[in-house]
């Protein structure tokens, strides 16, 4: 069986910018909310038969009192924001497994759930869906990164490759060279 682990919330930055906006009749956005249901439903097309979804919640966390220039989702449109919970839903209501994550980051999830699936025997490949540079670190055995829009699939040759240093040193590698988006 193979997993796939979808972050959610790049899912859900990628198709706020991607598409143009819809709004209700009542006046809510959901034009991202419905680039991430499409996304999903072809992911499902494509044959996938297990999938996990995290997605953050734009708060501060337990990382912000650590390190206060620490992402505080200051500056996110609300016109986002506001389709968080919506988009959860949603893939509930599809039903996909989803991860809000609230004191945690959905990055934490994902890299948990991979780990977990990764362990079960019955479980050949997990896939984390993003081209998010910190998952990499999670890449190795079973676990593979896959970029869904790139059509790219990474083991640890290719994060060794891009890098220049293995998976398991990109938070290293990232606290010296700098993570931006």
């Not at 829009?149 to 640890?156: A, C, E, T």
């Amino acid at each position: 069986m193979e997993v796939h682990l979808v972050d959610g919330t790049y899912e859900l930055f990628r198709y706020h910018f991607a598409l143009p906006s819809h709004v209700t009749a009542d006046g809510q956005e959901v034009g991202a909310m419905r680039g991430v249901a499409g996304s999903m439903l072809q992911l499902l097309e494509e044959g996938a038969t297990h999938v996990g979804i995290a997605t953050d919640h734009v708060i501060p966390s337990f990382r912000n009192e650590l390190y206060g220039g620490y992402k505080d989702g200051s500056g996110v449109e609300e016109e986002l924001v506001s389709q968080f919970p919506l988009v959860e839903e949603l893939l509930d209501a599809l039903g996909f497994v989803v991860w809000p994550m609230v004191e945690y980051e959905a990055d934490d999830a994902l890299g948990s759930a991979a780990a977990v699936a990764a362990a079960d025997e019955r479980v050949d490949r997990v896939l984390i869906c993003t081209p998010d540079k910190d998952l990499g670190q999670c890449v190795g055995g079973k676990v593979f990164q896959l970029d869904r829009r790139k059509g790219l699939v990474s083991g640890v040759g290719e994060v060794t490759e891009k890098f220049g240093v293995p998976p398991s040193s990109i938070a290293d590698y990232l606290g010296l060279v700098g993570d931006t988006a």
